[in-house]
């Protein structure tokens, strides 16, 4: 808030912006908003497109000066912001909401919360929240990209025996095993329409392959 | 319009703050809506010879609760009875009949007036209860018999469970018999007799959320033609629909966006290009836009740029960084035409809100408060000092109070009196005629 008792305050913001990184004080104000978004029931989705945007900005020309300096300086890395962002969209999304079914995979609410994901803890527990939102936040994104518009739903559910599962996953028949570093030829075979270029936004998780490998193998019905 | 001169202060004094200002198409209504869900509407007093000094002032004509606090139990979330927008019906019969939307749902008021009372019924008595049938002995006709005047705001319609996002505008069509509400991805169209279906006119949510870069931000019909309306975007853009040419407006007809210009460029620059308001001129030529720091008036025939830029409040260029961090980068302010569409308002922060004369360049800064407004006083010009020097009136970019912001402003549709609403407090102005 800006007020006469606030003067001195402004203008010593306005020097420390340009001594910093002004680019990282932007980059550490959006995130904050972004997680306080997160916190709210309901986000504003206005604002939280328009931040969205102004981090996507930021890492789009960060990524184009590709300076390593400046990049050692980053608290958070280029993939995680995007999985932050794509997950808080994500949460905007309302199951109700009745538009054209293009995808089919429950949104919104289904997800399970996970308020670390923003990415101002990542300095801490990086490998964590990548393995974290590997299964959940990337999934959900890889899921939702091309791979399953031109699947019907019966052609899905129909081998996929979906009892053993329980409700702490959020979509495990819709889980597609497209992490390169499994590397098998099953899956690409069975979901034929796989597009494999987004493959390579999917990040490697190290920690949770075994799980992964444990959904394929159900999924494949070997 | 030379200045603002004379000053009639309605001081509203309520705890809620007024979350919209609407004048009806003679201009003798002035309906506000508060954050509270509550509508009040003001008439115009007629000018009498006993009163000459009385000239059109706005007295409270009616006071209801047009929308309550919800409780969507499916989402857990509460719905806000905020009234986002108000929209009047042009007057058909001696009722007044008028749309306020919240976030959710919009719903159509008829407001009447009640002054005659009709007395003598066959079967009741005065008291209303029913007569003993013996009492019964001739027939008589009831006669209507004056009483004070009443005046009954009753809903008529509601218009609900179209929006799954935050509706940000309503406006009424041409044809009087259909509208739309506008919500953060979707517009719908509705006819007012019915309730249960309304059509889906634009829709701009993605397959996948995660691909959202853009919402709706304003939508508005023209004030002509019937088939057409313009809805605006987050990223400063402004799309012009044809319902004649496919039931769904996904495809517009014209697109307006004004290359950016690559000196100003900044972190900020796709915020403070989202357009908060868009207004056709009355004529229908013309639209307005507002963003973060401007108005622009676009002519409907060139999409390429607008035809005229005006800066409300460039001295915060430099202080967006600032401006970001407590939010008010986010703040929506509305703007609005005089009735010759020669003079365009909006608002700022301080509660000053600048006029701008689009013939002779002429702009004012004018501010809306107790201090400033005594009754039938002549307001001051106010002057924001951007330089080092500050002059005797100036006031300083950092002396300036950014929770007094006039987000709602509206002008009478024929006559030089304007409404602003800065927080809890309603403003009416109008031009001294010496």
Redesign the interface.
């Known amino acids: 808030m800006l007020g006469r008792g606030l003067k001195r305050k402004l203008s010593d913001y306005e020097e420390n912006m340009a001594g910093l990184s002004s680019r990282q004080l932007v980059l550490n104000m959006c995130l904050t908003k972004l997680q306080t978004y997160k916190m709210l029931v309901e986000p504003n989705l206005h604002r939280s497109v328009l931040i969205a945007n102004t981090v996507r900005q930021i890492q789009e020309e960060m990524r184009q000066e590709s300076n390593p300096i400046e990049n050692g300086l980053l608290i958070v890395s280029d993939d995680d912001m995007s999985s932050a962002i794509s997950s808080i969209l994500k949460d905007l999304d309302f199951v109700e909401d009745i538009s054209p079914p293009t995808c089919l995979v429950p949104t919104g609410d289904d997800q399970p919360k996970f308020p670390e994901n923003t990415g101002l803890k990542l300095e801490d527990d990086r490998q964590d929240l990548k393995g974290a939102e590997c299964v959940f936040g990337s999934f959900e994104i890889s899921n939702s990209t091309s791979y399953l518009k031109d699947l019907a739903i019966d052609d899905i559910f129909e081998d996929i025996d979906t009892s053993m599962y329980d409700s702490d996953f959020c979509c495990p028949p819709l889980m597609p095993p497209r992490s390169p570093s499994l590397a098998t030829e099953e899956p690409l075979k069975t979901f034929p329409s796989c597009n494999s270029s987004s493959a390579n936004n999917i990040q490697i998780c190290r920690t949770d392959l075994s799980e992964l490998d444990h959904i394929m193998e159900i999924l494949v019905g070997s | 319009f030379l200045q603002v001169k004379g000053a009639i202060d309605e001081d509203v004094a309520e705890a809620d703050i007024i979350s919209t200002v609407e004048f009806n198409y003679t201009g003798d209504l002035l309906a506000t809506g508060d954050k509270g869900g509550r509508v009040v509407i003001f008439q115009r007093e007629q000018e009498t010879k006993s009163r000459p000094l009385s000239r059109g002032e706005y007295n409270v004509y009616s006071t209801f609760q047009s929308h309550e606090p919800e409780f969507d139990y499916?989402?857990?979330?509460?719905i806000e009875e905020k009234i986002n927008k108000i929209r009047w019906l042009p007057q058909q019969n001696a009722a007044h009949f008028l749309l306020s939307t919240n976030d959710k749902t919009i719903k159509l008021w008829k407001i009447s007036e009640r002054d005659k009372r009709a007395e003598g019924y066959n079967l009741k008595d005065e008291d209303g209860r029913l007569r003993e049938p013996f009492r019964v002995t001739e027939l008589r006709v009831p006669t209507l018999k004056p009483m004070d005047l009443m005046v009954e705001a009753s809903p008529r319609r509601t218009f609900a469970n179209a929006h799954?996002?935050?509706i940000n505008s309503s406006s009424v069509n041409s044809d009087y018999a259909t509208y739309l509400s506008a919500d953060?991805?979707r517009i719908n169209l509705w006819h007012l007799e019915v309730t249960n279906r309304s059509f889906n006119i634009v829709?701009i949510?993605p397959?996948?959320?995660?691909e959202?870069?853009?919402?709706i931000?304003a939508a508005e019909f023209h004030p002509h033609h019937c088939n057409v309306f313009v809805y605006s975007s987050?990223k400063g853009t402004i799309r012009l629909c044809d319902m004649r040419s496919s039931a769904l407006c996904d495809q517009h007809s014209k697109f307006f966006e004004e290359p950016e210009d690559p000196s100003s460029r900044s972190?900020?620059s796709?915020?403070i290009s989202?357009i908060s308001d868009v207004k056709f001129s009355h004529s229908g030529r013309y639209m307005m836009t507002r963003d973060y720091l401007s108005v622009k008036v676009w002519d409907l025939n060139m999409e390429n740029r607008p035809v005229e830029t005006y800066q409300v409040h460039e001295y915060l260029r430099?202080?967006l960084?600032?401006?970001?961090?407590?939010d008010?980068i986010?703040d929506k302010f509305e703007c609005c035409w005089n009735g010759s569409d020669s003079t365009i308002m909006t608002g700022s922060y301080n509660n000053f809100f600048r006029t701008f004369e689009r013939e002779t360049h002429r702009d004012i800064t004018l501010e809306a408060s107790r201090e400033s407004s005594k009754p039938r006083a002549i307001l001051k010009p106010r002057k924001v000092c951007t330089s080092g020097k500050r002059k005797k009136d100036e006031i300083s970019v950092?002396?300036?109070?950014?929770?007094k912001k006039i987000l709602h402003t509206a002008w009478h549709p024929t006559e030089n009196i304007i409404a602003v609403a800065a927080t809890n407090n309603l403003y009416l102005f109008q031009e001294k005629v010496n």
């Open positions: 499916l989402k857990s979330l509460e799954t996002y935050h953060d991805l829709d949510k397959a996948n959320m995660e959202l870069t853009e919402v931000t987050s972190f900020f796709e915020i989202s430099s202080k960084c600032s401006l970001y961090e407590n008010c986010f950092d002396s300036l109070d950014f929770n």
